[in-house]
């Protein structure tokens, strides 16, 4: 995968400390060899390290370089399609036992910063907002499914609740939980980083794996060494690009972006997010919001299934954010960037196996802030004799994406559908 959409974000100019990988300039050995520092690698790693395991954590760039160091910071709930391709392929009960475990991923998030004093201004409370009046059904629907889920907590706000919360008319109401929120992701990850490492874990930064094998003995080739373990976990997720030929159909990219307004002043960014909670509304194509922790509106939407950058990001941008905030028009945007986002044919995130010694798991579909982290830990218990919640997901069918020529022109053709269907809902 191409690196070319822009990586120089808000994040980055906000990072509350740098973390310091090893270079790799030999050949190593390892219990478990893990591709990729995002969430899903760094979660195994830290989980495998702890349980005393030799581990070493090969990323192609720096720490949090991928999705992980560039997201919208959004703990979000469940999985990006509902429950409802879960329940058709494991039956009631698995699904819910699904969701369950995507319940403990925001746990896990906030015990790891606990237990790790990762400073990365974890804030709970999210809004879901609907566009029209007669989405608000929608809003009622979901929250009767998250109470059947045994998930409370949740609100049901009406136009002028909102209006008193997000300083903007163009919603019609909202679904409020109290137990989804937002974080600044590259700290977070980097937090991750800096725990396995403490851990044990060795993490080798600028080291590009070209090759890997997934045989008995997996190993994986960069230009300055190669690592040899028992096991090798994939994790680049949208990053790996063709690098693994399996699992390149598995999962697709899919651009989004974001921009960071200048400080705005605590009042004037209370006007906007008066609560400090995380939104977004319910689009497929969806715009999803907060402020930053000094203060900024931090404005994303997924936009994109061509790997092609818009050319003006900032400006890209702006429309969809004076569209729901058009007090913000002269505001100075300081930081736009984007990144991609794996999502798969279903939304589900896929994991399995290549081979027994290898293990991948991606396609978090947008939700992989919290996901991810609890994928990362299933592999590792599953590498360590306990793959029975590992497996529960690994049952879960894909269909794979076209490849050839027709893979991208494809998707471009489901977006404007998507935004079609966005527009008439
Ligand atoms: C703009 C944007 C906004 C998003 N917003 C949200 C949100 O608000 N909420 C949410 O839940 N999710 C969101 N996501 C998705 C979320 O960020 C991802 O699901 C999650 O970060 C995936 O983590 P990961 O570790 O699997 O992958 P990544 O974070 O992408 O990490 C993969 C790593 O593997 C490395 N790598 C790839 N190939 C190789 C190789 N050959 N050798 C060595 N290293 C390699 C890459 O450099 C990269 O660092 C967003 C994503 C983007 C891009």
């Not at 919640?389 to 049952?395: M, P, Q, S, V």
Request: glycine share 10%.
């Amino acid at each position: 995968m191409s690196a070319s959409i822009s990586a120089h974000s808000y994040y980055q100019a906000s990072t509350n400390r740098v973390f310091e990988g090893q270079s790799l300039r030999s050949d190593v050995k390892a219990d478990v060899c893990i591709v990729g520092a995002g969430y899903t690698g760094l979660s195994a790693a830290l989980e495998l390290a702890k349980a005393g395991l030799k581990v070493a954590v090969l990323e192609a760039q720096t720490v949090g370089f991928g999705a992980s160091g560039r997201n919208g910071g959004q703990i979000c709930t469940g999985f990006s399609p509902g429950q409802g391709p879960l329940e058709a392929q494991l039956g009631k009960a698995d699904a819910k036992r699904a969701f369950d475990m995507a319940e403990e991923s925001k746990t896990l998030i906030e015990s790891r910063i606990a237990d790790h004093k990762i400073n990365c201004d974890l804030t709970w409370g999210y809004l879901h907002c609907v566009l029209k009046p007669h989405l608000v059904h929608h809003l009622e629907e979901w929250a009767a499914d998250y109470e059947a889920l045994g998930y409370g907590g949740n609100t049901l706000l009406n136009k002028a609740e909102l209006e008193a919360k997000v300083g903007t008319k163009i919603y019609h109401g909202a679904l409020r939980e109290a137990r989804a929120g937002h974080l600044h992701p590259l700290n977070y990850c980097l937090g991750l980083a800096d725990a396995a490492q403490k851990a044990g874990a060795v993490i080798y930064e600028n080291a590009e794996v070209t090759q890997v094998e997934t045989g008995a003995t997996p190993s994986a080739q960069t230009a300055h060494g190669k690592v040899t373990a028992k096991f090798m976990i994939l994790a680049g997720n949208a990053y790996l690009g063709r690098m693994v030929k399996p699992l390149y159909g598995r999962i697709m990219p899919v651009g989004s972006y974001i921009l960071a307004t200048e400080p705005l002043g605590e009042s004037r960014a209370q006007s906007l997010i008066r609560d400090n909670e995380a939104v977004a509304n319910t689009n497929f194509i969806i715009d999803y919001f907060r402020r930053s922790a000094d203060n900024r509106m931090l404005f994303g939407g997924r936009a994109s299934y061509s790997t092609l950058e818009p050319s003006n990001l900032a400006e890209y941008m702006r429309p969809r954010m004076t569209a729901v905030y058009p007090q913000l028009k002269d505001v100075k945007i300081d930081y736009a960037w984007g990144g991609y986002i794996a999502i798969t044919s279903n939304r589900v995130p896929d994991c399995g196996r290549l081979s027994p010694t290898t293990y991948y798991a991606h396609g978090y579909s947008g939700q992989g802030v919290a996901l991810a982290g609890l994928y990362g830990k299933l592999m590792a218990e599953a590498i360590r004799g306990q793959a029975e919640r590992f497996d529960l997901f690994a049952k879960v069918k894909h269909l794979p994406f076209p490849g050839g020529a027709l893979r991208t022109p494809l998707l471009v053709a489901a977006m404007m559908y998507y935004r079609i269907r966005d527009a008439l809902a």
